[in-house]
């Protein structure tokens, strides 16, 4: 009985503690989501010339339908101006609709990180995978971020990085506090990205 | 079903169990793997082209682990399969083929195919010491090729004989 | 050192061979599960990942629980996948090492020992992919790759390379004695 007990209570603390990071079980590769699909099949066929392609799978896809759910998060008429400018083949003002749009996903899910860390979330779970979900969509976004205001992408990038850092230290958990202050960093400067691009013409920095 | 010699039955079970081996390595020791491997990547920095920037190295470096671990991981999956098609094509060969000479010659070709497996051993190994390519050709050329030739020669023979009967 | 075509193999009990099938009917009805039954598998797994959000970590963002379900789901169905992959291997194994024990292996204790051993590693070391695979939405992906591992992985599998090993050079001492 005693015996068992031992091997029992042997068992359960190995099962607690032995991580098991040594099976070699295949190579995750992360996907597309609905959204970053639809907008790689719209932005592809305006590169290649092909508006009324880009037009066709832009009015049936999911990007739209997340643009227009998502309005009152956005600059007013965003959807629709971008719309016009794949009607009008302007594909420099389409772009600019796009980058405006990936830029508010990625600010609202740096705001909604803060939030969280604000409300009791571990850092050490809820950083990482919303640095990595805000990379994933201004990724998107960040190449038309620097034709159009190259400060805004480095500070970005900067930005990134540093709460990167802050996310996964070399040792010890993540500082809740400084954690929240990079993410209202990155909140900061999409919003001024945003405003800015909103309201002025392409402006290229030199 | 007649029985083919002992020696056939002992090198099926030794690549068998070297499958089954190689798959607790693989999952066991990774960590270990994969340490020993950034070794031997960082004693031989010419072969692997590495330049000294940290960011460059880095993906070499991470390559060519997965390619030593992708050698091993060949290695068990073949190792358990090369075991069990000796097995069973030497157990025909036992049964179907009556002349002792033509015995003989399939044991002896399904035998040595039955190595064949051990071409990504090497692969794995090689890769490390002469980089990529020099590996790949190394094992290519002096065991996958040779090894895997025996074994669908023996295979054929077997086909025939069957055909034959 | 050609045996004479008398010489024939003799086959283990048929409760080892017919571990060796069921273990192989399994691992084909594993496989077309997967295909026939991959929606509800799928959403099976995904209702019992998003009851459990703490073990996974969700956060109740969409675009950040996306890749952490994706993810697991890719590990749910490698598990599946590699159940059936090793249960069609381990079945073939089992039939063949077993037949080698039950023809070599002379005296009747160690000729039990290895068949035993044989059977028991290579039927229940598969299953811990199965197992793996069912614990990951109540437990996670790594939570429930310690318990396969220590409760399947490890003992079954070293049980398979013990006997495979002892029964090699069991053959080796057989091929020197002659």
Do not use: C
Request: aromatic residues 8%.
């Amino acid at each position: 009985m005693i015996a068992r007990r031992v091997v029992a209570t042997a068992l359960s603390t190995t099962l607690a503690a032995a991580p098991a990071a040594a099976h070699h079980t295949g190579v995750y590769t992360p996907k597309d989501n609905a959204i970053t699909e639809n907008f790689k099949q719209v932005k592809f066929s305006m590169q290649a010339g092909k508006f009324d392609v880009a037009l066709a799978r832009y009015d049936a896809g999911p990007l739209r339908a997340e643009m227009r759910a998502r309005a009152a998060a956005l600059p007013e008429g965003l959807e629709a101006r971008t719309r016009a400018a794949l009607v009008a083949r302007d594909a420099a003002e389409a772009e600019r609709g796009f980058m405006i749009f990936f830029a508010a996903l990625a600010r609202d899910l740096a705001l909604e990180a803060d939030r969280q860390l604000a409300a009791g979330a571990t850092p050490a779970t809820v950083g990482p995978r919303f640095l990595e979900a805000i990379w994933r969509y201004y990724n998107l976004a960040d190449f038309v971020v620097g034709q159009r205001d190259a400060r805004a992408s480095v500070a970005m990038r900067l930005a990134y990085d540093d709460a990167e850092a802050l996310a996964r230290p070399a040792s010890g958990a993540p500082d809740r506090a400084r954690l929240r202050a990079a993410f209202g960093r990155i909140a900061e400067i999409l919003r001024r990205l945003i405003l800015d691009t909103t309201t002025t013409p392409v402006r290229r920095d030199s | 079903m007649g029985r083919p010699p002992l020696v056939v039955v002992f090198v099926a079970l030794v690549i068998i169990a070297l499958g089954e081996l190689s798959g607790a390595v693989l999952s066991q020791l990774r960590p270990a793997t994969a340490r020993w491997a950034a070794a031997r990547i960082a004693a031989n920095p010419q072969v692997h082209g590495l330049t000294g920037s940290a960011e460059y190295d880095d993906t070499v470096r991470e390559q060519t682990v997965f390619a030593t671990e992708a050698g091993l991981s060949f290695f068990h999956t073949h190792a358990e399969g090369t075991g069990l098609v000796l097995f069973f094509a030497a157990t025909l060969v036992a049964s179907v083929a009556r002349r002792r000479a033509l015995r003989g010659a399939l044991y002896t070709l399904l035998t040595v195919g039955a190595l064949f497996p051990l071409g990504y051993l090497v692969y794995a190994v090689a890769v490390l010491q002469l980089g990529r390519d020099t590996g790949i050709e190394l094992a290519e050329t002096w065991v996958l090729t040779p090894l895997g030739s025996s074994a669908i020669l023996g295979l054929l023979g077997l086909a025939v004989v069957l055909a034959r009967r | 050192m050609i045996p004479p075509p008398d010489a024939t193999w003799r086959l283990p009990p048929r409760g080892v061979l017919l571990a060796a099938v069921v273990l192989l009917v399994a691992a084909e009805i594993g496989g077309a599960s997967m295909s026939r039954y991959k929606l509800e598998l799928t959403r099976w797994a995904r209702t019992g990942m998003l009851a459990h959000p703490d073990v996974h970590g969700l956060v109740g963002v969409r675009d950040v629980d996306e890749r952490t379900l994706d993810e697991a789901l890719f590990r749910f169905d490698a598990g599946l996948r590699l159940f059936h992959m090793h249960a069609e291997g381990m079945a073939l194994v089992v039939i063949a090492t077993t037949t080698v024990a039950a023809t070599l292996a002379r005296s009747a204790l160690p000729r039990r020992a290895l068949i035993i051993l044989l059977t028991v590693g290579g039927v229940g070391y598969p299953l811990g992919y199965l197992i793996w695979s069912a614990l990951i939405p109540a437990y996670g992906v790594e939570r429930s790759k310690a318990i396969a591992e220590w409760l399947f992985w490890i003992p079954f599998g070293g049980a398979t390379i013990v006997a495979l090993l002892w029964l090699a050079t069991l053959t080796a001492a057989r091929m020197v004695r002659r």
